[in-house]
């Protein structure tokens, strides 16, 4: 941690990955699993213990879009308002965030002051770059915010060759500090490079702590060899978990727009190379998306949700889009 | 290939490897990108990495060939298209300029043929590039040929100066020894500098006349190299125009010993030498009758200044019958008063006629008072019957025939003495007697009687130009001093040790022929040959020496009849040397009545007084040399300094003749004239007359065909250059030579060669840079949905 870190207190960093403008734009949305949840709380949720979760827990605002059903007449009747009447306990929703802190996820484009929107010009350890990471940390910040707003529990593990922190998963009023905290005492530091990612390992590591079916949210770059992507997607299939990838990729990742001839050094240990980038762009671009489309191709066919997020959009767009189709895949299930 | 501007060349080759500086500055001068998808690139590096590193290289090479390109642009290459192509190299011409006696042939009357060589010389030397690394080599064919300028040298300013200072000589051409030192020089060139690609041309000034092209003699083979070019030889075209010309090739006394007149002597014969002249003529008057007029006159050799003849020469005409080419007169000359016993010169000097150089001949004599003759071997007593005479008698008898004391004989021409051979036995050359010493001619009669130091004591003599003759001993019957005669005068014959008997059947003797001579020069018998018939004929030959081996048949004077064995043999020892050494005349049978009748035939006294005159006389070291041949004749002498060109326009010629103790070269001067020789203390000693090089005066025009298969054989292609005018040789060389038409730099073509690799430089440089495809890529990117 540099001393700029230690100054500032973790919440008031939560401004900094959730900007005001996505917090008001999702606070609006419920994040529904597609699957039925398990948990001991019946809800909204398509559950197999029906009629278990009736207790009142609050009203909200209708909004366009809520389902006419849940409207409280009497509130309606009495105020002339249209509220929802929201029950307590639907059923958990467990949100577990791994969050890809490898050497890759270091490299940024875009500057720290055009992404964070908070006017700051460096980030609290004093780069100038918005990077994968911090974009990554900003997402799972964001649904872990959403989540607990909910009520769900969430845990978030930082991992890159191994496990490097953790939050478990927890519903209570502390966590939403606990989970700021290790993201952001986890960065890709400049000693922490040339760390090869190793999605197995952790994997093992995670799936031995993780006993009850939960949602998960892998937030990585997903520079991995794809077999290993695949043996850990079906791991997790096959520990019965829901899956969403975040391919957290820069937009110079993704044009390499580059045109002076220059050394590319690899931030987990690869050789560096010598190359005119003009001469490799075609290859290069081919190469990655084979790779993504690969991903994708695999995440869907074990039925799990990928999607690519750009460090230069603002989280909160991606972020809706993303909750509004999953809302409309759960409800079409249904 | 050749460049005009090679330092500009080697400058722009250098920066050829700015490129390649750039390209290893540029790799190192980048930031390094940090960059996390190493996985994509390092896969897409893999798959292009073959193709990434020939464009790179592509572009590296194309950028190097157009610095290269444009530096070889600058230089300026030059390429000789002619033949070659573009294998086109330097030239080296090897100017082989005729200056030989017949070049001063004059046939139109104003330009001489050498003039005219010598105007084609140098424009053929023209045509010589020197930026182009031509060289030019200048050889002049008079004998001795000299070598101006070898090896070739670039200075072609500097050989034009040579060649137009070029004068004629009046020696015979050598072009055979000219082209030997052509082969030489082409040889030692291949081998020495390693230029494979020089062309050698020879250029031949010749007017290729009889006189200067001797076709008997080969020419070397020049390409003999099988990894050189073959030489090119250039040649004037020989000439056809005949020209008439008269050359004077010999005076000289009849007699080889000219004696001085005495005081008092009176009557026709005083003071006066006959003097034969020869003359030789060709051209085309040669087929009609003519008149050639001589004058002759005889000079002081040390006073003479010009050539021209005086008031009192006598003037002889000659009348050429049709066909005839040699003719002589024989006149008596009067010598000049008051000469003294110094050296005297005949000159002889004909009508101005096409060639200058031998219209003069001059002969210097050496006017004796007398003739010591030294007969060693006992006298018989006074007043002895003619049968007990000894061989010594008879000789002496035969040189003095007149009743006369010994002092009278000491007086006359031939002053006769005679020793007794133990004189000359125990003592060295300084302790001889005096009359041995300073005897023109020795006559042994008892060579038995010497021992080994007489023997050398001899040979000494001889070898300082004492005549010798030499008898059997008339009483031995061994005769083992054949042996010591062979091994100390080297003779070379082999004698038989017992006398052999020629009595014949009937106890008449053999009789004896005259053995006609194969050199009227060597001749000592030539005056007496007519009558030698007549004289031979009661002359009978009991018992003989016979020669074992070694005798040739021309230095056997008389024989005897019906068989090769020789009566008298004359020949002058040694080998090389021998022109400077006395004569030796050896009679295989002694003059006694034991062994022939011969001393008491009327040939003896004129037999005796003529060899012993003409040996003398022949004995004397030559005085006439040859221009353009050593001269041997320098015995005794330490210095040779030159008193007179007959021309004056070969001044220059001979200047670097230098004394001749020091030189191992003989003295050889290429200028008909009067040479003084001087011994060591600086007193003349001598007069040397050199003569033009008759040979060389045969100006009948050779055929071209003939002169075409003599140059041919030195395997080189021969063409003829037309040389019969000034300036149309130009033309005519420029086609051969290759030279004439400077060829243009061809640097245009290189430009536009560069400027051609540069568009496509940059073509492939757009295209490996993937820049095109770039922009579509990208916009389908952006297009793209993420």
């Known amino acids: 941690m540099t001393q700029a870190s230690s100054v500032r207190l973790p919440e008031q960093d939560a401004q900094l990955y959730l900007h005001p403008q996505t917090l008001a734009r999702l606070g609006s949305f419920e994040l529904r699993a597609k699957m039925i949840v398990e948990g001991f709380s019946a809800g909204s949720h398509a559950s197999p213990y029906q009629g278990l979760s009736v207790e009142f827990a609050q009203h909200r605002p209708y909004v366009a879009g809520d389902d006419l059903r849940h409207l409280d007449w009497k509130v309606y009747g009495r105020t002339d308002r249209l509220h929802l009447k929201q029950h307590q306990q639907e059923t958990t929703l467990d949100l577990q965030i791994l969050v890809d802190s490898s050497g890759s996820m270091a490299f940024g484009s875009r500057t720290f002051a055009d992404a964070s929107g908070a006017g700051r010009d460096t980030s609290i350890d004093g780069r100038s770059n918005w990077s994968k990471f911090d974009h990554a940390t900003a997402l799972a910040a964001a649904l872990a915010y959403i989540t607990l707003r909910q009520g769900d529990r969430v845990g978030v593990v930082v991992h890159a060759d191994e496990v490097r922190g953790q939050v478990k998963r927890s519903s209570s009023q502390g966590t939403w500090r606990q989970i700021v905290g290790v993201l952001s005492t986890h960065p890709v530091e400049p000693t922490n490079r040339n760390r090869k990612g190793d999605l197995r390992r952790v994997m093992d590591q995670v799936l031995g702590k993780t006993t009850n079916r939960c949602l998960v949210a892998l937030i990585t770059d997903a520079f991995y060899e794809l077999e290993d992507i695949r043996d850990a997607l079906a791991r997790l299939k096959f520990a019965g978990h829901d899956v969403m990838i975040f391919q957290v990729l820069d937009k110079a990742e993704e044009d390499f727009a580059f045109d002076d001839a220059a050394p590319f050094e690899g931030l987990e240990g690869e050789p560096t190379l010598r190359i005119d980038p003009r001469a490799l762009r075609k290859a290069y671009i081919e190469a990655m998306q084979t790779h993504n489309a690969e991903i994708d191709r695999i995440a869907r066919g074990l039925g799990f949700d990928y999607h690519k997020v750009s460090t230069h959009d603002y989280l909160g767009p991606t972020l809706a889009a993303f909750i509004a189709k999953r809302n409309a895949t759960i409800r079409g299930a249904k | 290939m050749a460049f005009l501007n090679p330092m500009l060349l080697s400058l722009g080759l250098a920066s050829v490897a700015i490129p390649i500086l750039i390209h290893i500055l540029m790799r190192r001068k980048r930031q390094p990108i940090a960059w996390g998808a190493m996985q994509f690139l390092l896969q897409a590096y893999q798959q292009q990495r073959k193709r990434l590193r020939l464009e790179q290289m592509l572009l590296l090479a194309s950028r190097c060939l157009i610095i290269a390109l444009l530096a070889l642009a600058l230089g300026k290459p030059v390429i ?62 008079g004998s001795p040929v000299q ?3 070898l090896p070739p040298a670039s200075d072609l300013a500097q050989v034009r100066r040579l060649i137009e200072q070029v004068e004629a000589t009046d020696s015979s051409a ?78 000289e006394p009849l007699r080889a010993l000219v004696l001085a007149s005495r005081e008092g002597q009176t009557g026709p014969d005083a003071g006066v030498v006959p003097v034969r002249v020869e003359l030789v003529r060709s051209g085309p008057s040669v087929n009609s009758a003519g008149v050639s007029q001589v004058a002759l006159w005889a000079a002081q050799a040390t006073s003479i200044t010009a050539s021209t003849p005086t008031s009192d020469a006598q003037r002889v005409t000659i009348n050429w019958t049709t066909g005839q080419t040699v003719a002589s007169a024989t006149v008596s000359l009067a010598l000049p008063a008051n000469t003294g016993s110094s050296d005297v010169l005949l000159i002889a000097r004909c009508d101005s006629d096409a060639i200058m150089g031998d219209n003069i001949a001059a002969s210097p004599i050496t006017l004796r008072s007398g003739v010591n003759v030294v007969v060693v071997g006992s006298l018989s007593a006074a007043g002895n019957r003619i049968d007990s005479f000894t061989p010594a008698d008879w000789f002496t008898l035969a040189l003095a025939p007149t009743e006369a004391q010994a002092w009278q004989r000491l007086s006359s021409e031939l002053r006769v003495s005679s020793v007794e051979s133990r004189e000359l036995l125990g003592v060295n050359a300084n302790q001889l007697p005096a009359s041995v010493r300073e005897a023109d001619a020795i006559i042994v009669t008892q060579p038995h009687e010497l021992d080994d130091g007489a023997w050398r004591a001899l040979h000494a003599a001889n070898l300082r130009g004492t005549m010798l003759l030499i008898t059997p001993s008339d009483r031995e019957q061994t005769q083992l001093w054949a042996d010591t005669l062979t091994e100390t005068l080297g003779t070379g014959w082999k004698l038989a040790r017992e006398a052999t008997d020629v009595s014949g059947t009937d106890s008449q003797g053999t009789a004896v022929s005259a053995t006609t001579s194969a050199s009227e020069q060597d001749d000592l018998l030539a005056l007496l040959r007519p009558e030698l018939p007549d004289l031979l004929r009661s002359v009978r030959v009991q018992r003989v020496m016979s020669v074992v081996e070694g005798a040739t048949a021309s230095q056997a004077l008389l024989s005897l009849d019906g068989s090769s064995q020789p009566l008298v043999l004359a020949t002058r020892p040694g080998t090389q040397q021998s022109q400077q050494a006395g004569w030796l005349v050896l009679w295989l049978a002694p003059p006694s009545l034991a062994w022939t009748d011969l001393p008491a035939k009327p040939l003896m006294v004129p037999l005796v007084q003529e060899l012993v005159r003409q040996g003398v006389g022949k004995s004397a070291p030559p005085r006439i040399g040859l221009a353009g041949a050593a001269f041997t004749g320098t015995r005794g002498s330490a210095e040779a300094a030159k008193q007179l060109a007959w021309r004056e326009d070969a001044a220059t010629l001979d200047a670097n003749l230098a004394s001749l103790s020091a030189s191992a ?45 003599w140059l041919a054989a030195t395997g080189a292609e021969v063409s003829f250059v037309a040389s019969d005018a000034a300036g149309t040789a130009s033309e005519s060389t420029s086609q051969t030579l290759g030279a004439s038409r400077q060829p243009p730099p061809i640097s245009l073509p290189l430009l536009i060669a560069a400027a051609v690799v540069a568009m496509l430089e940059a073509l492939m440089a757009r295209w490996f840079s993937h820049a095109t495809v770039d922009k579509g890529t990208d916009k389908s990117a952006e297009g793209a949905p993420a």
């Open chain 2, 147 to 149: 070598s101006v300028v």
């Open chain 2, 665 to 709: 070269t003989p003295l050889a001067p290429q200028a008909a004239g009067l040479w003084a020789l001087r011994d060591a203390a600086g007193q003349r000693i001598a007069t040397l007359a050199v003569n033009a090089d008759t040979s060389a005066s045969d100006t009948t025009p050779l055929d071209t065909q003939a002169v075409e298969k």
């Open chain 2, 80 to 141: 000789g298209a002619i033949r070659e192509g573009l294998a086109s190299s330097s030239r080296t011409l090897y100017i082989v300029l005729d200056n030989s006696l017949t070049q001063q042939t004059t046939p139109t009357g104003q330009v001489s043929s050498l003039s005219l060589a010598k105007q084609n010389a140098i424009t053929t030397l023209n045509q010589l590039d020197m930026q182009r690394g031509d060289r030019a080599a200048l050889i002049l064919a």
């Open chain 2, 174 to 251: 050598d072009i055979p020894a000219a082209m030997e030192a052509v082969r030489a020089a082409i040889a030692s060139d291949r081998t020495q500098s390693e230029r494979t690609s020089t062309d050698a041309i020879i250029y031949v000034a010749s007017d290729a006349r009889t006189g200067s092209a001797n076709l008997a003699k080969p020419l070397p083979t020049l390409a003999t190299d099988t990894q050189g070019s073959t030489p090119r030889l250039l040649a004037s075209t020989p000439v056809t125009q005949a020209v008439d010309n008269v050359a004077v090739r010999i005076v």
